[in-house]
């Protein structure tokens, strides 16, 4: 019989102090989440832009399903990109209409089959840090989150916005003095040697515990070590030369439609000298886009009831959003790597969380471009039983080469949208 273990037990040396996870020894316990295993991956990318707002449906949704279908008022931008994207309609997450659709803002990108306006609500991990966790060390910033709480922790945790665009800029492409780097590679040394001072009791501590409890702890201990791996990759990054690129350091604006746009310029400098490799940004404006004709406040203007000067209004600030993707994803088609375009190997999600500004939570206006699938259709599904679109992320995840089946509130694929 097990001698029951204090509930806040530490492992300590040399003046450090490791906390240790809930064990049965201590009250019960959540196993950790498997991770997820695959062969290695290929150098693919992938961008996550979520429409906060939404954008007017009947501006974005086709008329026609299939590969000959019209473009509508906000695909029009894409004309010269038709064979590069997959317009979606009739996808949703399941369970998210008891909050509406900003409470669902968390869920894009987890699938999470709770809605956050559940008591007791835990999210759990994004599509982007799954894949970060197999890719992110292969590049100096294993992600970009331009948003602050679209991308999350396996644990459920919200990743903070990581700055402006001059911040990002910077990150990626401006040496720091050598005093700055020195500091940086001493910050990095402080946290990498917590196992081998904790060893000995760590051991000691086996013996004092059931086989369940072994688990748990070797699972615990091996996640630490790949946070020390991390780091080790980090100090590496900060020794080697950032890469140089001929323009200027963006100046930050309040305009939220240039910083759009600068920020995707700056996803495409990201991609061109490989910083990195996942990014998740919003599209959206605090308060009146400074658009010529708008007038009212972005948000306003998204609770339109259908009122005639709202919805013109509010097409000239989608407008804007549509034909900034067109324009990345044109820079991202002529650029050649490997004989590829980096949009045959970078996946851009596009879509809501929401139908509309009504906070309707079906039919949710999605478009996915490049990344390796035979695009250039509109895959239209039943508006009252929608898909799941976790479908279309773990199609996205095996892009990757993750061997995932399911994630999230999936259900299986989405039929029709096959790979190249």
Known sequence: MFKPLSRRTFLRGTGVAMALPWMESMAPARSFAATVGGPALPRKRMVCIRYNLSVHPDYFFPTEAGRNYSFSKYLEPL?????????FSGLSHPGQGSGGGHTAEPVYLTAN???????????SISLDQLVAEKIGLETRLPYLTLS??????????????MGSPSKIFSQMFLQGSPDEVKLQMHRLRQGQSIMDLVHSQAKKLETKIGQGDKDKLNEYFESVRDVERRLHSTEGWAKKPKPKVNRPAPKDVSDGSITHRMNLDLLHLAFVTDSTRLV??????????????VTYDHHNLSHNGMDPEKIRQLAIVDLDGFMALRDFLTKLKNTQEDGQSLLDRTMVLAGSQMHSGGHVTTNLPVLLAGGGFKHGQHLAF???????????FVMMLQQFGLDIKNFGSSTGTVPGLDVV
Do not use: C, E, Y
């Open 280 to 293: 998740t940004m919003d599209h959206f404006h605090w308060g009146v886009a400074p658009l010529s004709g």
């Open 148 to 161: 602050g709480n679209m991308s999350h922790t396996r644990s459920g945790a919200p990743i903070p916005h």
């Open 79 to 87: 004309k010269d990109l038709r064979d590069k994207f997959t317009v």
């Open 382 to 392: 039943d508006q009252t039983n929608n898909i799941p679109l976790a479908n279309l």
């Open 113 to 123: 089959p709770q809605s956050p306006a559940v008591a007791g609500f835990k999210n």
